[in-house]
């Protein structure tokens, strides 16, 4: 089955960078888009980043010039490199991929940007 496990968050301060990575296994990444996504405490979850398969990248306007999603097709893992992290960066991240119409997520991992 389609498992995705993210890894990365943790507390960081305003102005600082974290590295998140996401593992997926059970499906052929490599054809796959693969997007970034997060959810604030008390906020709907909201799109963050996606990377097609061929490498094309699109960002929310919120996280351009900061943030950026990468791939490695033969680690299967998707990365989201977060710069410049403001403290309404703080939420839980998530990674997903729609597969034949069905989104799988991750199980997330936090964020917290504070001083």
């Known amino acids: 089955q389609v498992q995705l496990v993210e890894s990365g968050g943790g507390l960081v301060q305003p102005g600082g960078s974290l590295r998140l990575s996401c593992a997926a296994s059970?499906?052929?990444?490599?054809?796959?888009?693969m997007g970034w996504y997060r959810q604030a405490p008390g906020e709907l979850r909201e799109w963050v980043a996606t990377?097609?398969?061929?490498?094309?990248?699109n960002y929310a306007d919120f996280v351009k010039g900061r943030f950026a999603i990468s791939r490695d097709n033969a680690k299967k893992t998707v990365d989201l490199q977060m710069n410049s992290l403001k403290p309404e960066d703080t939420a839980v991240y998530y990674c997903?991929?729609?597969?034949?119409?069905?989104?799988?997520w991750g199980q997330g991992t936090r964020v917290t940007v504070s001083s």
């Open positions: 059970g499906i052929i990444f490599s054809i796959y888009p």
């Open positions: 990377i097609t398969s061929g490498g094309i990248r």
């Open positions: 997903e991929v729609n597969v034949g119409g069905t989104a799988y």
